[in-house]
């Protein structure tokens, strides 16, 4: 069994910063992809940033020169650095890992339950 986790939602006025962080743990083989989604209320999730396994980045343009995504491999964990957040940055935040998982042959993708990110003066 596979488990993915974030962690360092909250609330933050504009311009401010926050970190989320994103553990994957269980009987993992090896994690590949690695990224970060957020979705607004009533509309579909959508890609902020993603992390390959020899470090590619891949950002949405709405994130580029705020965001940084970054991953230890040692600890099975990505990171999301957050800075300049606008209110329009609200959303709820998920982390999705493409993991092979132990007694498994190939990889699946595991989704963890979402961080709430407010943004608001």
């Known amino acids: 069994q596979v488990y993915v986790a974030e962690s360092g939602g909250g609330s933050v006025q504009p311009g401010g910063s926050l970190r989320l962080s994103c553990a994957a743990s269980?009987?993992?083989?090896?994690?590949?992809?690695m990224s970060w989604y957020r979705r607004f209320p009533g509309k579909e999730r959508e890609l902020v940033a993603s992390?390959?396994?020899?470090?590619?980045?891949n950002y949405a343009d709405s994130a580029k020169g705020r965001f940084t995504i970054s991953r230890d491999d040692r600890i099975n964990m990505v990171f999301l650095q957050m800075n300049i957040l606008k209110p329009d940055d609200t959303a709820t935040y998920y982390c999705?890992?493409?993991?092979?998982?132990?007694?498994?042959?190939?990889?699946?993708?595991?989704w963890g339950q979402g961080t709430q990110v407010t943004v608001s003066s």
């Open positions: 269980g009987n993992i083989v090896s994690i590949g992809l």
């Open positions: 999705e890992a493409i993991v092979r998982p132990a007694g498994v042959s190939g990889a699946n993708n595991f």
């Open positions: 992390i390959t396994s020899s470090g590619t980045t």
